[in-house]
């Protein structure tokens, strides 16, 4: 489904290399976990899958189901069913979630052949979604993350996963500012939600959220690339461990698969 | 970085009504004294009164100062080199739309006015200002069914000239500033409206204003009169064609509000804003207030003002009468080039008075948007209440936003709140926007009508959907 191939990532307009060699293949039906320290590109990968325009591509590639999407703007990468959860859900004064996901659900809808839904119809859809993540109706009535709590704004973006139903999500550090029952809560959604024709990368600092949501992969990203690879049990070394048991591995072993 | 630039380039869209009609002008000669003011009044068959109430008028602005207090800097308008009235040559009175100049007609067209009579079915009465001189009032004898007289001010003068006696001036003085002044002494129409008692006006007045001659200063004069226990809902629209030569625009509106009487003033302003380098454009210096003079009446401005190359305007309201409510609701988007300084003032007289404020600025290009406003608490206002709520939002790097409140209470049991933001439209809200599968174009506009929402509310259904074409057309192509 994703293939990241030897990606290289700048700053666009500064010299600062983010990404340097990052390969990474996800299948439909898998959950991958990336896992690193501050500043190990996590967060920049999921923002260079989704398209954002404040970073610049310098080398290798990004395809999905077999093509290039280096070319594609965030909305048309959004039709193709890429999600991404945000670190940080950006606030939109004025705009009820409502109509925000109302327009988003058509947008994609449309472009994907589907059917769109008329406000009614809309609503009736809706409903199951909402309880999904145990958010009561009012909240359709409330402007886009404005004045939400950091763990409203959190459940607020799997409520919108579940709505758009994307075929490959990042999720980026949805676990952080969570309390455990919002946790719970989140995986919980996030579990439901995927099944054998989806995929999730779950980016996170911590092992807390794996308990809960079971990788199939679990990645280790320091200074760019992705170091280290495999199954759950990395999880649990590194929560052991901590990251510094990896910088040696890395200069031992270079760059690792 | 594409969508910064994609953000400046953002309402610096080519002015879509620059066309100009080609019709024939009687035109007076450029340059203002005594006996072009005597001329003009005496083209128009004014009575004495009239003409003696231009002539103070002139010879007030002559010893008047030209303002400079403004947050704003451009090239005083040459007066000497302003035409003071133009009007299409062999006017007739029009009985039909088939009667009007067809190239005028097709103007209205294109901006899709609604002159036709099918359009009209949506409750609309139009009086067309073209240039200076009224050409079409329509609906007139349903509104004459109600008694409520809506008519040119020229019209007025003649007809009705012991209400416009009565009133005229008394809101905005002959001489009460620059501008007006300038505009008492040369005002070539505008629309004159009197609700008698009693009363609710059976649809929405609506006026749309023009400038069409090059040179030809444009100098409104609106009158509305509302009796007691009476309703009216009075929309303003205009839109002008492009030209490379500021032009002047000071026009004068005066409402006056009666015991529980109510008006409700909408303007959508979409004067021509002049190039991306702030070359030409329209001057729209206006002086708006309105009386509350009875008690328990209510006054609500409504505006959405998107033109202009310098926009100077305070819409205000005088609490006098006890109980009496005062509103101002704007959205002011200035792009490229543009400057605006805009607000309101309430200046509350009355006992329990209430006054509320909100205004929304969008800056973008290399624009300025000023906040101006002044709330004032006089000593026998007892427990008058002022709410203001300011919001500026900066799309791009390169434009200014800037509020400037003035308080002044002189009685300790005043209320007076003030809140006021401002945020930047940025990269990482469209980004947020895009990644759910919405355009860039749909994202902004979005955005801005989300900022907006609490201010378009307040427009009348009719020019609603207006509004909404009108914000989209600022904000189409910014897609870099």
């Known amino acids: 489904m994703l293939e990241i191939k030897d990606l290289h990532v700048t700053v666009e307009g500064e010299d600062i290399t983010i990404l340097k060699g990052v390969n990474l293949t996800v299948n439909k039906g898998e959950i991958h976990a990336i896992m690193g320290p501050n500043g190990s590109g996590k967060s920049t990968l999921s923002k260079v899958v989704a398209g954002h325009p404040e970073y610049e591509v310098i080398q290798g590639d990004i395809l999905y189901n077999g093509e290039s999407i280096l070319e594609l703007d965030p909305d048309e990468r959004s039709h193709l069913g890429i999600f991404l959860a945000f670190q940080y859900p950006v606030e939109v004064p004025g705009v009820t979630n409502n109509t925000l996901l109302r327009e988003s659900y058509n947008t994609i809808a449309k472009s994907r052949g589907r059917e769109e839904l008329d406000p009614l119809e809309f609503d009736d859809y809706i409903q199951d979604k909402l309880e999904l993540v145990e958010m009561s109706p009012t909240f359709l009535s409330r402007s886009v993350n404005t004045g939400f709590s950091g763990g409203e704004k959190k459940r607020n973006e799997i409520f919108q996963m579940a709505v758009l139903q994307p075929s490959l999500s990042f999720l980026d550090e949805t676990d952080s500012g969570l309390d455990i029952d919002a946790l719970k809560i989140v995986a919980n959604g996030i579990n439901q939600l995927h099944g054998k024709d989806d995929a999730v990368v779950l980016v996170t600092h911590y092992q807390r959220i794996l308990d809960y949501i079971i990788p199939d992969f679990v990645h280790v990203m320091m200074d760019g690339k992705i170091i280290k690879s495999g199954d759950k049990s990395l999880a649990l070394e590194l929560e052991k461990q901590g990251y510094e048991w990896l910088e040696n591995y890395a200069t031992v072993n270079g760059e690792a698969k | 970085m594409s969508e910064t630039k994609a953000l400046e380039s953002m309402i610096g869209e080519e002015y879509k009504y620059g066309f100009t009609t080609d019709v024939e002008y009687e035109d007076f000669p450029k340059g203002l004294n005594e006996e072009i003011i005597r001329f003009l009044s005496k083209k128009k068959k004014e009575p004495e009164w009239m003409t003696e109430f231009r002539l103070k008028a002139y010879r007030g602005w002559k010893e008047m100062e030209e303002p400079s207090w403004f947050n704003a800097t451009y090239e005083s308008p040459d007066f000497d080199n302003v035409q003071y009235y133009s009007s299409p040559k062999d006017r007739p009175e029009v009985e039909s739309l088939d009667d009007i100049d067809p190239k005028i007609k097709e103007t209205y067209d294109k901006l899709g006015i609604p002159l036709e009579e099918q359009k009209m079915l949506s409750g609309v009465a139009v009086d067309a200002v073209f240039d200076s001189v009224s050409i079409f009032t329509t609906f007139k004898e349903k509104l004459a069914e109600a008694g409520v007289i809506f008519c040119s001010i020229s019209e007025a003068i003649q007809k009705y000239p012991e209400l416009v006696k009565k009133y005229m001036g008394s809101v905005v003085p002959a001489r009460d500033n620059f501008y007006a002044a300038l505009n008492s002494a040369v005002f070539s129409d505008g629309s004159f409206c009197y609700v008698p008692k009693d009363t609710i006006c059976p649809m929405e007045l609506s006026t749309y204003f023009r400038i069409n001659n090059m040179d030809s200063g444009q100098f409104e004069r609106t009158l509305i009169i509302c009796e007691e226990n009476s309703h009216v809902s009075y929309l303003e629209g205009c839109t002008a064609p492009m030209y490379d030569k500021n032009q002047l625009h000071a026009a004068v509106v005066e409402l006056v509000a009666l015991e529980n009487a109510e008006i409700k003033y909408s303007t959508i302003q979409n004067w021509y804003s002049g190039d991306e380098n702030g070359k030409g454009g329209i001057f729209n210096f206006v002086t708006k207030r309105g009386i509350c003079k009875g008690d328990n009446s209510k006054i609500s401005w409504t505006q959405l003002e998107t ?123 469209i980004f947020y926007l895009q990644q759910r599968g919405i355009s860039e174009d749909d994202a902004i506009s979005l955005i801005v009508n989300g900022f907006c929402k609490e201010v378009l509310k307040e427009l009348p259904m009719e020019f609603a959907v207006e509004a909404n074409k009108l914000l989209d057309i600022k904000l189409e192509g910014s897609v870099g």
């Open chain 2, 307 to 429: 033109g202009s190359a310098v926009t100077l305007k305070y819409p205000s309201v005088i609490l006098k009468g006890d109980n009496s409510i005062g509103e101002f609701f704007s959205v002011a988007v200035t792009g490229q080039m543009q400057q605006a300084d805009t607000g309101t003032k309430m200046i509350h007289l009355g006992k329990n008075t209430k006054s509320t404020i909100i205004s929304k600025g969008i800056s973008a290009g290399r624009s300025n948007n000023s906040y101006r406003g002044e709330v004032k608490i006089s000593k026998k206002a007892d427990n008058a209440r002022n709410y203001s709520q300011c919001d500026s939002m900066l799309i791009g790097q390169t434009c200014g936003a800037h509020t400037f409140p003035y308080i002044e209470s002189s009685n300790p049991t005043g209320k007076i709140e003030h809140e006021a933001t401002t945020s930047r439209v940025g990269e990482d809200q």
